[in-house]
């Protein structure tokens, strides 16, 4: 089995332990739900409130911090706002059908609250470092409250990996991917140029990144957002039907059409939670590290400022990607690609998508939450080719979780193969052979054909481009700075630039690996992040709660004042 396959299934086996496993969902939402309880709906009562703080109306010059609300909150929203909005929405439907991006509301909903705790406590643990800038975040909490130092140097090591694994690479693939795909620009020259412009970014620290995302976070919002109206406008006939598909199959799972096979009630579920958290961060404590440069000696404020986050990554934005591909129904569609190893795999028998009774097994196959055993069997043995197509059968190519249809083998310098190609356990062996044909497609390939279906046409997907590369490249610098101030807390600010030098070497690499491994790596880190934070703010919520009254007590003798 090839390198990348064996790496993407150790990968697998790991996030079913984690960020897949059937509590998490629970976990993260529960502890959304309890503190919206516990402090009073504060994702609604704190909203106009948040919204006057972050306009700097009760901003004073003497404040403690390295950075204003607003280029803390952009820069935690270049950090949030990136993949997860363009090609995690995307893959969210793809897996889990329409009702995923039910579950994403309901994730950012509660992750409000969330994101309002984890940032108010990290603001109120900073610290002061040796060269004279803030440094905060749940480990910062973790030790001098909590007296875990465990939890703390957990977290730490996990953020240097999330930083990594969901911050850097899953950002140039996705960037690399669709700049291949639109203006067909080799993957490694993306990943080169951009890697040059990253170092000359993260170099500059703090400062240097708030000002870079307080720029190009509202243009580039606002350049997706209207290009994402101009779309569902065009097919206006789907909004309503779009709609009905995401609420008709919130709790039955979503129902095969298309080239679509289905997807459970608790696969639609995990996805729409994991795409959720992906996309906006509450509960993963990575957005506190950036809130906690921000100048106030009110931690709650901050804490105010960071609850808008959820709302505009995944409310606004999420929604309208989400509507973009529902409504020009490209989802459920089979288009021309080039296969991803890890996207396919060959199964033993004949099976056709246009069979009820295939669909079903073929559903219960990809259904890695499925209470039965599937009764199909990956395929092992040689195929037959002449000229690139298949004259053998006993075998199906799935890709892209659909039956793969007019599919075409070529030979490493891109010729029609001929003779005998060997299949071992659903796998190709020989690495060299390019696989491609018609099948589903997902992530930001799938949004970039979405964004074509509307009165741009084809310039659609340039949009789509132009906020990848934003979005994405914002996103990676965010996650610099929270890595390199985990590695001050564990090994002192000599740590900073070895990490740095390591993230820009990464990120180059992240351009040409495998997508499908590469987002598996994503849902791992994602996880390793967040329980750790959810167990220290829920350990700490008596001192939230009394945080909040405190600050509610200032703010009214300052008025008075």
Not at 132 to 150: D, S, V
Not at 372 to 401: A, C, H, Y
Not at 464 to 488: E, N, P, Q
Not at 503 to 528: K, M, N, R
Request: glycine share 10%; hydrophobic share 45%.
């Amino acid at each position: 089995m090839e390198i990348v396959e064996t790496i993407n299934d150790a990968l697998t086996f790991i996030d079913g332990y984690l960020g897949s496993a059937g509590y998490f969902p629970y976990l993260l939402i529960g502890v959304g739900v309890f503190f919206t309880l516990y402090l009073g709906f504060p994702q609604i009562r704190y909203f106009g409130q948040a919204t006057r703080i972050v306009r700097g109306q009760y901003a004073k010059k003497d404040s403690p911090g390295d950075t204003s609300h607003f280029q803390a909150l952009t820069t935690a929203l270049s950090g949030t706002v990136g993949t997860g909005n363009i090609g995690g929405v995307a893959l969210a439907i793809f897996i889990g059908g329409p009702a995923a991006l039910f579950w994403m509301w309901v994730t950012a909903f509660f992750g409000m609250t969330t994101k309002f705790v984890e940032v108010t406590l990290s603001h109120k643990y900073r610290e002061k470092t040796e060269d004279g800038t803030m440094a905060g975040g749940p480990m910062y909490f973790m030790e001098k409250k909590l007296n875990m130092k465990w939890l703390a140097v957990l977290f730490a090591m996990a953020t240097i990996i999330s930083s990594i694994g969901s911050g850097n690479m899953p950002q140039i693939n996705n960037i690399a991917e669709v700049m291949s795909t639109t203006f067909h620009i080799e993957k490694w020259i993306t990943g080169g140029v951009l890697a040059i412009l990253l170092a000359m970014v993260i170099i500059g620290g703090i400062k240097r990144i708030a000002k870079v995302a307080e720029k190009v976070v509202p243009f580039m919002a606002v350049v997706y957002v209207v290009g994402a109206i101009l779309v569902i406008a065009y097919n206006y006939e789907n909004i309503l039907p779009s709609f009905q598909a995401i609420f008709g199959s919130i709790f039955s799972g979503s129902s095969a059409v298309g080239g679509f096979l289905g997807a459970s009630f608790a696969y639609a579920m995990d996805r729409g939670v994991n795409r959720g958290l992906f996309s906006n961060e509450a509960g993963q404590g990575s957005a506190a590290i950036a809130h906690s440069a921000a100048k106030g000696k009110e931690p709650a404020s901050e804490g105010m400022v960071s609850l808008l986050e959820p709302f505009i990554d995944t409310i606004i934005i999420c929604t309208l990607t989400g509507l973009v591909i529902l409504s020009s129904g490209v989802w459920s569609e089979k288009h021309f690609n080039k296969f991803d190893r890890a996207d396919m795999e060959f199964v033993v028998g004949d099976y056709t998508d246009s069979n009820e009774e295939h669909v079903k097994k073929l559903m219960i196959h990809l259904d890695e939450k499925r209470s039965v055993p599937s009764e199909i069997k990956p395929f092992t043995g040689t195929i037959s080719l002449q000229e690139g197509k298949v004259i053998s059968d006993g075998f199906t190519l799935l890709n892209s979780r659909s039956v793969a249809e007019e599919v075409t083998y070529l030979d490493s310098e891109g010729n029609p193969l001929t003779g005998e190609i060997p299949v071992s356990e659903g796998r190709l062996e020989d690495s060299s052979i390019t696989v491609q044909g018609k099948s589903l497609i997902h992530s930001a390939n799938l949004t970039a054909l979405a964004f074509t279906k509307g009165y741009m046409g084809e310039s659609g997907k340039y949009i789509v481009s132009l906020g990848l590369l934003l979005f994405a490249f914002t996103t990676a610098i965010a996650w610099s700075y929270y890595g390199d101030r985990a590695s001050i807390y564990l090994f002192g600010p000599k740590a900073v630039m070895p990490y740095r030098i390591a993230f820009v070497a990464l990120f180059f690499l992240g351009a040409i690996v495998d997508s499908t491994v590469v987002w598996t790596l994503a849902y791992v880190t994602v996880a390793l992040m967040t329980i750790p934070n959810l167990i220290g703010i829920t350990l700490l919520h008596k001192d939230m709660k009394n945080t909040v009254k405190d600050y509610w007590k200032n703010f009214k003798q300052d008025q008075a004042d």
